[in-house]
T-cell receptor
Framework: DSGVTQTPKHLITATGQRVTLRCSPR?????VYWYQQSLDQGLQFLIQ???????AKGNILERFSAQQFPDLHSELNLSSLELGDSALYFC????????????FGPGTRLTVT | GENVEQHPSTLSVQEGDSAVIKCTYS??????FPWYKQELGKRPQLIID?????GEKKDQRIAVTLNKTAKHFSLHITETQPEDSAVYFC???????????????FGRGTSLIVHP
């Protein structure tokens, strides 16, 4: 157990819908990272928040957005869902200043039908 | 941006053999190289990492070597066991921003199969 929690574990929804994925980082970690893992694209970095502020952006679609709240939990919002958005979504956390080590949550499996 | 190539995509070995997975990276500024193990349906787990000021690091049966000049790094697993069977991902990253964040670029993964 990494100490990072994600809810829900599984999500099945229809195209065009909107969903919210939630992540709670390890105690003491200030950074939260979101990743998408699909069979054809591998592990893709989406976005990072550090202590409530957006810090880095990767291959995140405009239909996707995220935020980190004062208690440091983070939410990833996916809207106008398409079949191709079906994937495993992981969040990871790190302290942020020690450089590098990231601890992954168990993931949310999103299926868009 | 950074590009990480990982080989082989599949590696099949007998229990007790050694396994080597190799990665190359493109950005000479990358300075942190973690390796993750991911079992089927589970989260990636950090198993070992190395920074650019070190050439080799060992942790029991696993070791990582880094050649900065050639921009490649490798994962070595000795005395493999069936429970080592998983997908292994390498990554390369460098610090960015003021928060010390390291955004990794991942390789495509190696599926390691250890036959009893």
């Amino acid at each position: 157990d990494s100490g990072v929690t994600q809810t829900p574990k599984h999500l099945i929804t229809a195209t065009g819908q909107r969903v919210t994925l939630r992540c709670s980082p390890r105690s003491g970690d200030l950074s939260v990272y979101w990743y998408q893992q699909s069979l054809d694209q591998g592990l893709q970095f989406l976005i990072q928040y550090y202590n409530g502020e957006e810090r880095a952006k990767g291959n995140i679609l405009e239909r996707f957005s995220a935020q980190q709240f004062p208690d440091l939990h983070s939410e990833l919002n996916l809207s106008s869902l398409e079949l191709g958005d079906s994937a495993l979504y992981f969040c990871a956390s790190s302290v942020g200043d020690t450089g590098g080590e990231q601890y992954f949550g168990p993931g949310t499996r999103l299926t868009v039908t | 941006g950074e590009n990480v190539e990982q080989h082989p995509s599949t590696l099949s070995v007998q229990e007790g053999d050694s396994a080597v997975i190799k990665c190359t990276y493109s950005d000479s500024a990358s300075n942190y190289f973690p390796w993750y193990k991911q079992e089927l349906g589970k989260r990636p787990q950090l198993i070992i990492d190395i920074r650019s000021n070190v050439g080799e690091k060992k942790d029991q049966r696993i070791a990582v070597t880094l050649n900065k000049t050639a921009k490649h790094f490798s994962l070595h697993i000795t005395e493999t066991q069936p429970e080592d069977s998983a997908v292994y991902f390498c990554a390369a990253s460098k610090g960015s921003g003021t928060g010390g964040s390291y955004i990794p670029t991942f390789g495509r993964g190696t599926s390691l199969i250890v036959h009893p």
